[in-house]
């Protein structure tokens, strides 16, 4: 069983910056990949990014490439999402996921653990 805890979630103005945490419980967070996800009002939730168990490979959808950066700390049992050059558009609440997968999945169904999300309010 792993239990994710997200936190780092706001109100920021377009073109600023947030970093999102999700720390995870048990001693077996190396195991799994680790993916971002997000859902606006109304909107079905999408795929943000995903790490694979050793960080050494990430995916991101394109949306979001080139403005943020997943990226995990196996000792301290954490992944996280930085978010540069916001845009009214990344509003949403922001949920991470574990997969027992090496690297991980765009489709949230194959993801096994879920948190309960953080909400990212970007102003215009």
């Known amino acids: 069983q792993v239990q994710l805890v997200e936190s780092g979630g706001g109100l920021v103005q377009a073109g600023g910056s947030l970093r999102l945490s999700c720390v995870a419980s048990?001693?077996?967070?190396?195991?799994?990949?680790m993916g971002w996800f997000r859902q606006a009002p109304g909107k079905e939730r999408e795929f943000v990014a995903r790490?694979?168990?050793?960080?050494?490979?990430?995916y991101y959808a394109d949306s979001v490439k080139g403005r943020f950066t997943i990226s995990r700390d196996n000792a301290k049992n954490t992944v996280y999402l930085q978010m540069n050059s916001l845009k009214p558009e990344d509003t949403a609440v922001y949920s991470c996921?574990?997969?027992?997968?090496?690297?991980?999945?765009?489709?949230?169904?194959?993801?096994?653990?879920w948190g309960q999300g953080t909400q990212v309010t970007v102003s215009s």
């Open positions: 996921a574990a997969d027992k997968t090496e690297i991980g999945s765009t489709y949230s169904a194959e993801y096994d653990y």
């Open positions: 790490i694979s168990w050793s960080g050494s490979r990430t």
């Open positions: 048990g001693r077996t967070f190396s195991s799994y990949a």
